[in-house]
DNA sequence: ATGGTCGGGCGCCGA
């Protein structure tokens, strides 16, 4: 069971490039962030035709997230409960005896700021939601855009990227390690030790073409799963394709 | 790397 998270930064516009990348890796479990499309808009009969049913949640010009699977979607919930937030960030499903949670991690923009203490409470409430998930399931697979790296390996400048910096700050990063103190792995660093290996490059600067990038789009297996990855990754070939996300797709193989 | 680029949608915000 391949399962992959890609940030695509408007589906209106990346729409080929999922088609494609569908084609070429079939994966099981696709979960997008920042598809920026309102429901009456998602293009779920085209993707129906290449084999994906998809269950999505989203909203004009900001976030929106969605799951695609080639199995039966079940049990789908796209608020965390007790946390009122018009921001479509969130969604969950069952596909094939796993529960599958897609996160659009809140950016934060710079340290100190709303958006900052914005995203600090919403993953505090994300987390405790999870915490709930994890017990009624047992198999979990959470991925995202995390918007957060995990550590220096992590980053192309750690000197720059440092504790007091956004996507890498002490209290960010300490968000992160709650939730994977409730039971999950980074499915990447169960089988990958190797610093420099990214996700997301700003478009800005050439930073692709530099590779001045970080790893903050993630997928986190729970107890449960740890024993049934085959191997994790980011797949950075749409990167390289024309007029691209910036971000590429991170993914996940369980041996089920 | 305090922004040199994108996307959405028409002036400028968000990433």
């Known amino acids: 069971m391949k399962i992959a998270s890609w940030n695509v ?8 490039h999922l088609e494609e990348w569908l084609k070429m890796r079939q994966p099981d479990v696709v979960c997008l962030q920042e598809t920026k499309l309102e429901d009456h808009k998602f293009p779920d009969d085209a993707l129906l035709e290449l084999g994906y049913r998809s269950a999505f949640v989203g909203q004009k010009t900001y976030n929106g997230v969605a799951i695609l699977a080639r199995h039966k979607i079940d049990d789908v919930l796209t608020d965390v409960p007790d946390f009122a937030d018009e921001q479509r960030r ?8 796993v529960r599958i949670i897609n996160l659009y991690v809140v950016n934060g923009q710079d340290v100190g700021t709303d958006k900052y203490e914005y995203k600090l409470r919403w993953l505090e409430a994300v987390t405790r939601w999870i915490a709930d998930e994890k017990a009624k399931h047992g198999k979990v697979v959470v991925n995202g855009d995390f918007n957060i790296a995990p550590d220096d390996r992590d980053v192309h400048d750690p000197e720059t990227w440092n504790d007091s910096h956004i996507l ?12 994977l103190d409730l039971g999950f792995h980074d499915a990447f660093r169960l ?18 073409r530099r590779n001045l990038g970080l790893r903050i789009d993630l997928n986190l297996v729970s107890d449960a799963l740890r024993d049934v990855v085959t191997d994790a990754g980011i797949d950075r070939e749409p ?9 590429a797709p991170a993914w996940v193989d369980l041996a089920l």
Do not use: C, M
């Open 9 to 16: 930064n408007s589906l209106n516009v990346r729409q080929p």
């Open 239 to 247: 990167r390289d394709w024309e007029r691209p996300s910036d971000h």
């Open 168 to 179: 890498t700050s002490a209290a960010e990063r300490g968000a992160l390690q709650r939730l």
């Open 90 to 97: 969130v969604i969950a499903a069952t596909v094939n005896g």
């Open 191 to 208: 089988k990958h030790d190797d610093a420099g290996v990214f996700s997301w490059w700003d478009y800005r600067a050439a930073a692709y």
